[in-house]
C-alpha cells in the first residue's frame, strides 16, 4: 500500500527481491497540469508495469476492502507513504500485521512531513523506521532503525530521494527479519514523539529577524513544495540555493547585488544564489537580473 516515488522504491526492492506481491493499494489517480487528465500514481504505474493487482479504492472505511483482503488473503502487508489511515479490520487481517517504513528516527517527526521538518529544524541526521503498524500515527513498535547524516546542501527533494532508497534496503531487512521469526518489537516512547504537521504555503514565509541558519534551515526543508518566500516592493519571490554567511546588516537589507544577493537577517546574512517570481520557473540571480536590474538594489530593504 502506498502512493508517491517514495513509496515506489520500496514496491520495485520487493519486486526484484523475488517476493509475491499479489496486490498493490494505491490512491485513486487525480487530475493534474493545465489538461487535468487523470494521471497514475508512481507506486500504480510500477504495479502496472509488473503486471501486478492494482486496486485505487476511494475509501477504506465501513469495510470496503474486505472482500479484496478475502480474495487475496495477504501475509504481510507493507505500508509506504500511503496517504490514509488504515482501519482496524486492515490492521489485524495479515498473519504478520501490517509495517511500515517511515522516513524518520521515530518517535521524532511522526506525521506527513518528517523529511521536511528535519531540516527545517536543523537535525544533524535523520533516516527511516521500521514499524508495526498500529491504530496511532506513526506509533507502532519499531522493528529496524537506519540513520544518514543531513549535509549542508541536502534539500527536502534531495533528502527525499536518499531516504526512498535507504528506506527500500531496510525494508527488505525488516521483511526477512518477519520471515525468520527474528524481528523484534521495541517501544516508542511517546515521550519523545514530535509531530511533523503537513505543509501549507504559508509556512514558507521568511521572517528576516531570524537567524541566517534558521532561515538557510527553513529555505532547504521547503525545496522543492511549497518553497520559502520574501517580498520585494510588493511582489511575491520565491527563494532557492543558500548558504550562510558571517556577515552584518540589517534584517532583511539587501547587502550585495551581482551573481547573487546577499541579506543581512538577524544573525548573520544569507546568500541566495536562485530566485522564482510567481508562476515563472526558478532561475539563477545572475540570469533574472539581466532583465530586471531595478528590482534588487543595494541598501533596498526586503518588505516584511
Same mark, same amino acid.
Given at each position: 500500500?502506498?502512493?508517491?516515488?517514495?513509496?515506489?522504491?520500496?514496491?520495485?526492492?520487493?519486486?526484484?527481491?523475488?517476493?509475491?506481491? /499479489?496486490?498493490?493499494? @494505491? *490512491?485513486?489517480?487525480?487530475?493534474?497540469?493545465?489538461?487535468?487528465?487523470?494521471?497514475?500514481?508512481? /507506486?500504480?504505474?510500477?504495479?502496472? *508495469?509488473?503486471?501486478?493487482?492494482?486496486? =485505487?479504492?476511494?475509501? &477504506?472505511?465501513?469495510?470496503?476492502?474486505?472482500?479484496?483482503?478475502?480474495?487475496?488473503?495477504?501475509?504481510?502487508?507493507?505500508?509506504?507513504? !500511503?496517504?490514509?489511515?488504515?482501519?482496524?479490520? %486492515? &490492521?489485524?487481517?495479515?498473519?504478520?500485521?501490517? #509495517?511500515?517504513?517511515?522516513? @524518520?528516527?521515530?518517535?521524532?517527526?511522526?506525521?506527513?512531513?518528517?523529511? =521536511? !521538518?528535519?531540516?527545517?529544524?536543523?537535525?544533524?541526521?535523520?533516516?527511516?523506521?521500521?514499524?508495526?503498524?498500529?491504530?496511532?500515527?506513526?506509533?507502532?513498535?519499531?522493528?529496524?532503525?537506519?540513520?544518514?547524516?543531513?549535509?549542508?546542501?541536502?534539500?527536502?527533494?534531495?533528502?527525499?530521494?536518499?531516504?526512498?532508497?535507504?528506506?527500500?534496503?531496510?525494508?527488505?531487512?525488516?521483511? @526477512?527479519? #518477519?520471515?525468520?521469526?527474528?524481528?523484534?518489537?521495541?517501544? *516508542?516512547?511517546?515521550?519523545?514523539?514530535? !509531530?511533523?504537521?503537513?505543509?501549507?504555503?504559508?509556512?514558507?514565509?521568511?521572517?528576516?529577524?531570524?537567524?541566517?541558519?534558521?532561515? $538557510?534551515?527553513?529555505?532547504?526543508?521547503?525545496?522543492?513544495?511549497?518553497?520559502? !518566500?520574501?517580498?520585494?516592493?510588493?511582489?511575491? $519571490?520565491?527563494? $532557492?540555493? %543558500?548558504?550562510?554567511?558571517?556577515?552584518?546588516?540589517?534584517?532583511?537589507?539587501?547587502?550585495?547585488?551581482?551573481?547573487?544577493?546577499?541579506?543581512?537577517?538577524?544573525?548573520?546574512? &544569507?546568500? #541566495?544564489?536562485?530566485?522564482?517570481?510567481?508562476?515563472?520557473?526558478?532561475?539563477?540571480? @545572475?540570469? $533574472?537580473?539581466?532583465?530586471?536590474?531595478?528590482?534588487? =538594489?543595494?541598501?533596498? #530593504?526586503?518588505?516584511?
Amino acid at each position: 500500500m502506498g502512493t508517491p516515488d517514495f513509496a515506489a522504491v520500496s514496491l520495485e526492492a520487493l519486486i526484484d527481491e523475488g517476493y509475491e506481491v /499479489v496486490c498493490v493499494i @494505491s *490512491q485513486p489517480k487525480k487530475p493534474k497540469n493545465r489538461g487535468m487528465k487523470l494521471l497514475e500514481t508512481p /507506486v500504480g504505474s510500477v504495479a502496472e *508495469q509488473n503486471g501486478i493487482r492494482l486496486c =485505487q479504492p476511494e475509501t &477504506l472505511r465501513d469495510n470496503a476492502i474486505l472482500p479484496l483482503l478475502e480474495e487475496v488473503k495477504p501475509d504481510l502487508i507493507v505500508v509506504v507513504a !500511503y496517504g490514509k489511515l488504515l482501519p482496524e479490520y %486492515v &490492521l489485524n487481517y495479515p498473519k504478520y500485521g501490517c #509495517i511500515n517504513i517511515h522516513g @524518520s528516527l521515530l518517535p521524532k517527526y511522526r506525521g506527513a512531513a518528517p523529511i =521536511q !521538518y528535519s531540516i527545517i529544524k536543523g537535525e544533524e541526521e535523520t533516516g527511516v523506521t521500521s514499524m508495526y503498524m498500529a491504530k496511532g500515527m506513526d506509533t507502532g513498535d519499531m522493528i529496524i532503525k537506519s540513520a544518514i547524516p543531513i549535509e549542508d546542501d541536502d534539500t527536502a527533494e534531495t533528502l527525499h530521494d536518499k531516504l526512498a532508497v535507504l528506506g527500500a534496503e531496510v525494508l527488505l531487512e525488516t521483511v @526477512s527479519e #518477519i520471515e525468520h521469526g527474528r524481528a523484534p518489537r521495541v517501544p *516508542q516512547n511517546d515521550a519523545e514523539a514530535t !509531530y511533523a504537521s503537513m505543509l501549507t504555503k504559508e509556512m514558507g514565509k521568511i521572517d528576516w529577524e531570524k537567524s541566517a541558519r534558521e532561515i $538557510f534551515n527553513l529555505v532547504r526543508g521547503l525545496d522543492p513544495w511549497p518553497s520559502a !518566500y520574501s517580498y520585494i516592493d510588493g511582489k511575491r $519571490f520565491k527563494v $532557492f540555493g %543558500v548558504s550562510v554567511e558571517d556577515k552584518g546588516g540589517a534584517p532583511g537589507e539587501i547587502l550585495e547585488v551581482g551573481e547573487t544577493l546577499l541579506v543581512g537577517t538577524g544573525e548573520g546574512a &544569507l546568500r #541566495i544564489r536562485e530566485v522564482g517570481f510567481d508562476n515563472k520557473k526558478r532561475m539563477k540571480v @545572475s540570469d $533574472f537580473l539581466r532583465g530586471n536590474k531595478d528590482t534588487f =538594489q543595494k541598501g533596498k #530593504i526586503l518588505d516584511k
